[in-house]
DNA sequence: TCATTGTGAGTGAACGTTCACATTAGGCAG
DNA sequence: CTGCCTAATGTGAACGTTCACTCACAATGA
């Protein structure tokens, strides 16, 4: 029998590719059959639908983002380590593959229906490290809901940027000032230093 | 003859709901016309076309509140009253109109391609805060560009994670501790407080 | 009266998906 | 080693559905 891997990377790439340029609903079964360089039918002996692939996609790199999201915070101590480390591979993972980082973010907003709500989730993580901090006495801010949707505003909005060219690549290069400027806005009376 | 103009408010109201509900493409010209209470061929005696009816939707919105934006800012003196001022409205705007505030935020990937380029621009009338907030020496941060996209996220996640229901409404409610937020974000060596 | 507004069946194109058939390659008998 | 066998993989024309849009006609009201 013929090794159908292969083909299965080679949709992955073209989906992702034309997911990001040309959004999920514009891009048809044939745009990625040909993008592949594969038959239509061809796409169906390794998923069930056009959504199935898309579920798939997203999931499995949306929840081996939020492991790897949480082996990291484990390797730190303290809150300000682990959210400089968190910021880091975030940015790094930007750099490494901006297509897919792009992709997650596109369709979290209707691909999280389809996902199992028991599933790592990357931005849970974030809010578990900002509870545990909280709980900590490690930063002011108390509402750790909204200082989640700060941290989070503060290294998406740098990679949107970056795709609309208001920011120049790579995004790695504002770790240490967006570590420093989440740090700063969770501590609303201390010294931004501390 | 008779007034379209009732009509057209219906498609509006009934095409920001759908939109911001389903998304643009998963909503069709049938259901727009069923939501809205007219038959399909209506809709085109007020439109061009689908696409136009969302890029009239997007421009005329998207420069409106620009416009708020820039006589917001000059009625007040100095970086830090306008940037309270400025997030202070844009919340407001929120509040006031959640679903026409999330189209804006949903189609403003893809709409800004139909919009003019000499067209006022939220994000840049934000842009161009922050600049003139640095050619003053008002704030630390050098690059108004990365001060833009902190602030813009400072803003934006916020508001993304009362969609989720990871925050609750009102958004007004963090309007204080959002703008001492961007504060502290730009300002790298000074204190928080200053 | 007539320009404007409203109607909805009809149109061709594009969509996701299917299916009968072709191709491939590892296992296995001779 | 050779030559089938078979399951996996690849193919693309065809299918039914849905889509955005059109048009001949009706209704409205200044």
């Known amino acids: 029998m013929r090794d159908g891997r292969a083909t299965?990377?080679?949709?992955?790439?073209?989906?992702?590719?034309?997911?990001?340029?040309?959004?999920?609903?514009?891009?048809?079964?044939?745009?990625?059959a040909q993008a592949a360089g594969i038959a239509e039918g061809t796409l169906y002996r390794h998923y069930a639908?056009?959504?199935?692939?898309?579920?798939?996609l997203f999931a499995s790199n949306y929840a081996a983002f939020a492991d790897r999201l949480t082996t990291l915070g484990?390797?730190?101590?303290?809150f300000r380590a682990r959210l400089a480390a968190l910021v880091a591979e975030v940015f790094r993972f930007h750099d490494n593959n901006p297509t897919l980082f792009r992709f997650l973010l596109l369709v979290s907003h209707q691909a999280l229906a389809r996902v199992p709500d028991d599933a790592a989730n990357p931005v849970s993580v974030l809010h578990?490290?900002?509870?545990?901090?909280?709980?900590?006495?490690?930063?002011?801010?108390?509402?750790?809901?909204?200082?989640?949707?700060?941290?989070?505003?503060?290294?998406?909005?740098?990679?949107?940027?970056?795709?609309y060219g208001r920011l120049e690549a790579p995004l790695s290069r504002f770790t240490d000032d967006i570590a420093a400027a989440c740090w700063r806005a969770l501590n609303p009376t201390e010294a931004p230093h501390g």
């Open 128 to 163: 578990s490290l900002v509870e545990q901090g909280v709980q900590d006495g490690e930063i002011t801010l108390t509402d750790a809901a909204l200082g989640t949707a700060m941290i989070l505003g503060l290294m998406l909005q740098p990679a949107t940027a970056i795709v």
């Open 74 to 78: 484990r390797q730190q101590a303290g």
């Open 8 to 32: 299965k990377l080679r949709i992955h790439q073209a989906a992702l590719t034309l997911f990001v340029a040309k959004g999920v609903t514009e891009t048809s079964v044939r745009d990625l």
């Open 49 to 56: 639908s056009k959504d199935d692939l898309v579920a798939d």
